[in-house]
């Protein structure tokens, strides 16, 4: 995905070029194919170019526009470009080689502020009217692009690092212990405040309009106002999901360059990359496949309920696709400790699994290696195209399926009957004592910010609380998906950006989400208890039959611990790094993370090691040597 950035001085005073200069040079491997800078008066906007698709060759960004009085840049990938074309008087001639950053700005043309709602794909974009002074920002559906902001009554800055934002002068860099705290004790957050005090994130299906009168930030789209689908019959479901992903594939794979997708055991990539393959295969081309492949035994690690060497199952779905070239990285040359400290060179900001960032890092070098402009993955289908459902125990039904069951039976035919006061007093009763337990957190950095009752205040309002969400299987789905504020899409996208790559999620396209969401919960789940039933309806014949029929779920990173004790002399030098460290100190416990680093190298590779290093070891570690930085 290209980048853009921008400042605008709302006051009227002239940008300074070396300001513009600055956040240019700092996002500057966003552009490998070009960049461009546009300044007049009191603004300046840029764009860094990643041609993602043929006629993005031909686009020319940012751009004023004397007769409109208009300022625009933007990046983007819009998949109804047809419909746009029609709704927008596009003449024929013009369609075939018009970029979609040209497409965009036609829909803002015509439809203004109302834009956003009508563009599908991913993108963001930025509109400069001088005479109003007025800037206007808006990011795409589930946020599948990034873009960062800070805003006072004289200027507003932005750009889709936040690199650009923590290059321009005069703007502090002060830690936002909040998100701190929220990384180290796995809580998203509202999806609003970066990692620095005073930078924000523009979170997804918002649009942001700043002027001397003010800033304000809108919603523009709601997936839970998407309406519930009421279909014939059980087999329209089934052809239903089918359909509207191969068309999100299908739109996806229009890149300037060879495409490429990552490739487990599971449903969810499987699905994708045979839809990819299959509609390559009409072109007579091939897929590039990515499938992370464990170093060391897993069996220990995962327990009865999992799979980590997901690559039988991944070389079943290769071959039953026929045109797919399976690459299986073993991401030896990766270490757990290097690639955290790579990812926080290139994102500057801790994330969230840093247990599982040596093979992202390795499957994007090897994509890159391979040429691909591309790489598509599967990462939201957990709670869309494969959502579990609600099974109950049926004659015959697989031990793994038997267990995870009796667990939904607790949640969702007891649990309901207790008051909802009663699960309240519950609720606020444990945070009041919570201890946080299997984090890296230092306790009296939690008690400082009474963290504890923050989460539980922000659960309460957006009935996100555990037993909320268990009764509520709908409301479970949007706690996975957070729409309207989840960080996924940017992630992917700074994360490509960093390799000269496009990032791109069939699974969490607007018309997939909102399809998955609009389907009765009841069809999720099979006569005989299995789950992701709709998904294994939808894809008979696509996939294989042992990935179809599999009740187990992968578990990336299995074998995490085995990887972290053979580069212990890495890892005891980094926790000495957290020692000599007096800002880590302040947030990280690295009491408790020497102890269970400690327990990880003197215990068998089980379950419980695996879960300490994910929790405490891996996350603690990240956030330990991103807060050093303030030091």
């Avoid at 041609?51 to 526009?65: D, I, K, Q």
């Avoid at 400069?128 to 808006?138: C, G, I, M, Q, T």
């Avoid at 599967?378 to 995870?404: C, R, Y």
């Avoid at 922000?458 to 509520?472: G, K, N, P, V």
Wanted: aromatic content about 8%; hydrophobic content about 40%; overall charge neutral.
């Amino acid at each position: 995905m290209s980048g853009i950035l921008g400042l605008v001085n709302l006051d009227g005073a002239p940008v300074e070029a070396a300001s513009l200069e600055a956040m240019r040079d700092a996002m500057a491997f966003w552009g490998p194919d070009g960049i461009r800078i546009w300044r007049t008066g009191a603004a300046g906007l840029g764009q860094l170019t990643l041609f993602n698709t043929p006629e993005a060759v031909g686009e020319s960004l940012p751009r004023w526009l004397p007769d409109e009085g208009l300022g625009f840049t933007a990046e983007a990938r819009i998949d109804n470009r047809e419909e746009l074309f029609a709704a927008l008087d596009v003449p024929p001639s013009g369609r075939a080689t018009m970029p979609d950053g040209d497409l965009l700005l036609r829909a803002y043309l015509r439809w203004g502020e109302a834009a956003p709602d009508r563009v599908l794909g991913d993108w963001s974009f930025a509109a400069w009217h001088p005479a109003e002074r007025r800037l206007f920002l808006a990011r795409d559906h589930h946020g599948n692009t990034a873009l960062y902001y800070a805003a006072d009554d004289r200027r507003v800055a932005f750009g889709s690092s936040i690199k650009a934002l923590l290059a321009l002068p005069g703007l502090p860099h002060r830690l936002n212990e909040l998100r701190l705290a929220q990384v180290l004790t796995s809580w998203t957050g509202d999806g609003t405040e970066s990692f620095y005090e005073g930078i924000h994130v523009l979170p997804p299906a918002h649009a942001l309009t700043a002027s001397p009168a003010g800033t304000s930030k809108r919603l523009y789209w709601s997936l839970e106002d998407a309406p519930k689908l009421r279909l014939k019959s059980d087999a329209d479901y089934v052809e239903g999901l089918r359909s509207v992903l191969d068309e999100a594939v299908r739109c996806r794979l229009r890149s300037h360059r060879p495409v490429g997708a990552t490739l487990s055991g599971g449903l969810d990539s499987g699905s994708v990359s045979v839809l990819a393959a299959r509609a390559l295969a009409a072109r007579g081309k091939r897929l590039s496949g990515f499938c992370s492949a464990p170093l060391h035994d897993v069996t220990d690690t995962i327990g009865p309920y999992r799979f980590g060497d997901e690559t039988p199952l991944a070389r079943a779905t290769a071959a039953h696709a026929g045109n797919i070239d399976l690459h299986l990285l073993r991401s030896e040359a990766v270490s757990p400790v290097s690639a955290i400290r790579q990812v926080l060179a290139f994102q500057d900001a801790p994330g969230h699994s840093a247990c599982n960032f040596y093979w992202m890092v390795d499957m994007l070098q090897s994509a890159r290696a391979e040429g691909l402009g591309t790489l598509l993955t599967g990462q939201g289908g957990n709670a869309s195209i494969s959502w579990h459902g609600t099974p109950w125990v049926a004659p015959g039904m697989a031990p793994e399926q038997a267990h995870d069951l009796r667990r939904r039976l607790k949640y969702q035919v007891l649990l309901p009957l207790v008051p909802e006061v009663v699960l309240l007093w519950r609720a606020r009763r444990q945070a009041r004592g919570r201890r946080w337990e299997n984090t890296a957190i230092r306790p009296e950095f939690a008690r400082r910010l009474r963290l504890a009752e923050r989460r539980l205040a922000e659960e309460e309002a957006d009935r996100e609380l555990s037993h909320q969400t268990l009764r509520d299987p709908e409301r479970m789905r949007y706690s996975i998906i957070e729409p309207g504020r989840s960080s996924v899409g940017a992630i992917w996208t700074e994360w490509g950006a960093a390799f000269g790559l496009e990032v791109r999620d069939p699974t969490l396209d607007r018309r997939v989400l909102e399809f998955s969401l609009g389907v009765p919960n009841r069809l999720y789940t099979a006569p005989d208890g299995t789950d992701r039933y709709l998904l294994r309806r939808a894809m008979k014949g696509l996939l294989p039959p042992e990935v179809l029929q599999n009740p187990r779920r992968g578990r990336q990173a299995a074998d995490i611990v085995a990887r972290l004790t053979s580069h212990a002399s890495e890892m005891d030098a980094a926790l000495a790094e957290l020692e000599g460290s007096r800002a880590a100190g302040e947030y990280v416990n690295v009491a408790e993370l020497k102890r269970a680093w400690g327990a990880v190298l003197a215990g068998p590779p089980d379950a419980k090691a695996y879960n300490r290093a994910v929790t405490v070891v891996t996350r603690g570690l990240m956030a330990g040597l991103f807060a050093a930085r303030f030091s």
